[in-house]
């Protein structure tokens, strides 16, 4: 049984003028959280993933899209699609493709009535719609993941550079110096030391989430190797659905599948709650450090609005140009407009026009609203850890308080930092669309502040700061060559 809601139907006959809207005071729908099974040593860890984007819950956006979808399509508003409806409906592949174009393009071939009428009553029904739809992965976060492949080299470039007494260890003292003396790799002279100025021509982070991440199947096999290799298994939303317990004993046999299922049913470990919007504003940070894993979890910038407003205006621009009479029709005819004509000509009067394009297009942009991409990328080491926005470079004040980060996720043995003891790292970047970059997006301090802060590493150093040297020493309150967000804070705006 699909979990639906008759005021998700409610929301989408009203976009299309077929009833009036819900009651804007309704209660908050809930919303269904997106479950790991963490495989961490010998333990088994569960994350809760509870996402949101301007405070409404993932899923129940979807509810609502899928309500649309099904609206939009039921040209003779019956209560059911017929074949040639469901033709006109995006395959899954499109809607899992629009995180980048900013639209469903006519991926594939139309989809058929067999597809989605899982009763046989020749008609699919909104429960079948959104029965294909989540068995196709749609209807929460996405999930992409990837390997780090430049990890290991840039923890040896640490090592090899903060070594500065050859003794093949980095001790307390020479964290303590790290700053000062990395300073001479800051080649593009920004008081940060990136990836590549460690390790020549290493990109950060060098991988994507390339690749979909999907609960176990029956009997997976096959894998990418970097699935395969990930110590999170996706949990299905179905609890009956058992296979995940059963790739988990395959990757690791001291956990048996009765165990796991049972293991399951105790309240998660970590809830990271993350809340994505386009207005910026600050989200729980997840942070799970396991006895062999750490898992690290930010929000972080997305395209999807710009995606949306370029496909927007591509389709305005293609609108108001001449179709000239020999363009391409049809489903998958390249370039023009054909292919959507028949899509989005509600009055089937074989011409679109502008009112039908905005129609098609709002529901582009319901669509997007529910893109929500989780980055999730294997193989973080000691660089990773250190950079703690993760925006592919180290600052000042990350390296002078890496010793202490070190220290707290028990990477130290004796007197220096043991790179064997650097617990392996998994990031976690959820985005709005597919991330435009994994920096964490929250920036924080005045308008002055941020104008200043140039590099973008959260401070404002003594070069930076565009005032008289005597106002920036009255405000560096802690007299550490650096104004942090929370003095600027302080500072009275008149003077």
């Keep these: 049984m699909t979990r639906f809601t008759f005021g998700a139907l409610v929301l989408g006959l009203a976009a299309v003028g077929l009833c009036p809207a819900a009651d804007p005071g309704a209660a908050k729908p809930a919303g269904v959280p997106v479950g790991f099974a963490l495989l961490d040593g010998g333990a088994l860890r569960r994350i809760e993933v509870r996402a949101e984007v301007d405070g409404v819950p993932v899923s129940a956006i979807w509810d609502e899209t ?55 009553d020749i008609k699919v029904s909104l429960d079948e719609l959104v029965a294909y739809y989540r068995a196709n992965g749609l209807g929460n976060v996405q999930v992409g993941a990837g390997t780090l492949p430049a990890s290991a080299d840039l923890t040896a470039a640490l090592v090899k ?8 260890k980095v001790s307390e003292a020479e964290w303590r110096a790290a700053a000062d003396v990395l300073k001479v790799l800051d080649k593009n002279d920004d008081e940060l030391i990136g990836a590549g100025e460690l390790v020549p021509k290493a990109v950060y982070p060098g991988a994507a989430g390339a690749l979909l991440l999907s609960p176990p199947g ?10 395969a290799a990930l110590p999170l298994v996706l949990l299905p939303a179905d609890p009956k659905d058992a296979n995940w317990a059963a790739e988990v004993a ?50 972080a910038p997305g395209k999807a609005s710009e995606a949306a407003a370029t496909a927007r205006k591509q389709f305005v621009a293609q609108l108001d140009a001449p179709e000239p009479a020999d363009a391409p029709k049809g489903r998958r005819a390249a370039g023009g407009r054909g292919w959507l004509t028949p899509i989005a000509d509600r009055n089937g009067d074989g011409t679109l026009d502008r009112k039908e394009l905005d129609g098609w297009l709002d529901l582009q942009a319901q669509i997007m609203r529910g893109q929500v991409f989780l980055t999730v990328l294997d193989g973080a080491g ?62 924080g301090g005045p308008a002055w502040f941020v104008a200043m802060d140039r590099n973008g590493d959260g401070d404002v150093s003594r070069r930076e700061f565009t005032g008289p040297a005597a106002v920036f020493d009255k405000l560096d309150l802690d007299k550490d060559g650096l104004l942090s967000a929370e003095e600027a804070g302080k500072a009275n705006p008149k003077k």
């Design 250 to 299: 395959r990757r690791d046999p001291r956990h048996k599948v009765t165990d796991a299922v049972a293991w399951r049913q105790k309240a998660a470990d970590v809830t990271w709650a993350v809340n994505l919007s386009d207005k910026g504003g600050a989200s729980d940070r997840l942070a799970l450090a396991g006895t062999a894993v750490r898992v690290d979890g930010w929000a």
């Design 382 to 443: 000691l660089f990773e850890l250190l950079d703690a926005n993760h925006d592919g470079a180290l600052s000042v004040r990350e390296l002078r308080g890496a010793w202490d980060r070190l220290k707290a996720a028990g990477c130290v043995a004796g007197d220096a930092v043991a790179p064997a003891k650097v617990p392996r790292g998994v990031l976690c970047a959820a985005s709005l669309g597919y991330p435009r970059t994994l920096a964490a997006s929250a920036r």
């Design 66 to 120: 899928f309500a649309k979808l099904f609206a939009y399509f039921d040209r003779n508003a019956d209560g059911a699609l017929d074949a040639k409806e469901v033709a006109l409906l995006p395959p899954a592949r499109a809607l899992r493709q629009s995180l980048g174009s900013g639209f469903t393009p006519p991926t594939g071939p139309a989809l058929a009535l067999a597809d989605l009428d899982r009763n046989g």
């Design 218 to 227: 029956a009997g997976t096999t096959g894998q990418p190797a970097a699935v």
């Design 161 to 168: 550079h903060l070594d500065t007494n050859s003794d093949g």
